[in-house]
């Protein structure tokens, strides 16, 4: 006998996006927060997230389905991981990832299918110079992004704090470090690490004000510059996080070479991102990633650990190594 396949995976991949738009939804609403404080039941829920009567039992019920809040004799709370991570006056909070997601990406990747025909950029002014420029134009996207920026790398933060062998290294710049999520968890677990963050001048006083709030102003500060105009600034060791996805190869190549010019022999640059795996069939976020660069800029693309190997080496780096992360994160270490 033949079994027939069964089409349930097909529509719940299908449908995926009702399971986060819920989420996104969520976090735009406040419900975490809402909950920050214990447990509260639908009508105090209600008035305080200004949900209309029709949708606030099956929304609320919805998240405890989707095991984001939990619901016990009419009550609701947050679940220890919405708790810690999604409640915005706390520390943990990873939802500028989330928040852009709602408000950017949500609509842009609407248009994923006239991206995948014309090859042209789709996020909301894509008629506007580079994604940076738009963006920055705004103070408030500015620091939606920056923030959003946080939010994606606080877990390779923690992890290239612990694997990389900072014991051998006195100073460190990264470049491109928006509001600085890396620096300031490596120099927090590295007591004799100076450096900072390389990023163009409006993203300073976001930089230097999360800085200040971590208490390591004494030894991390703001590098001012644009990374294709100018030099990058001189340290042991440099990093590049999710820079190289966001252009294009000749782009991609320019970086890397001036990130060599910079560094000192035996100096290293670490580049970190969701690598694509070398066979391109495994990593889906990776992929996804690079369709959302094809969604958000003009030429990025994302790109395996052997491809980044190899444009290291040309760019003169003599030692070359792929190191795992966390989850879909990876970094390529480049020692000169
Ligand atoms: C995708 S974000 C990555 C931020 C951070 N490294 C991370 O992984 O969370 C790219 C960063 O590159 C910066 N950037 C873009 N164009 C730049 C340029 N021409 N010179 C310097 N920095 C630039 C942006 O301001 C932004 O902070």
Redesign the pocket.
Known sequence: MTLRPSPEKLLALGMSFWNAKALLSAVELGVFDALADGPADIATLRARLGLHERSARDFLDALVALQLIDRNEGLYSNRPETDFFLVRARPGYVGGLLEMANNRLYESWGHLTEALKTGQRQSENKEEGDL?AALYADPHRLRGF?AA??G??AGAANAIAGKFPWRDYKTFI?I???QG??PVTIAGAHSHLQGGG???PQ?GPVFEEFVAANELAGRLRFYP????ADALPRADVLIM???LH?WDLDQKRTLLKKAHEALPAGGALIVYEALIDDDRRENAFGLLMSLNMLIETAGGFDYTGADCQGWMREAGFSETRVEHLVGPDYMVVGIK
């Open positions: 940076f920056l920026m946080s994606v790398s990264d491109g470090a928006a999520m890396v390389f990023d163009l993203v510059g644009d990374f294709f996080g999710h820079i966001d």
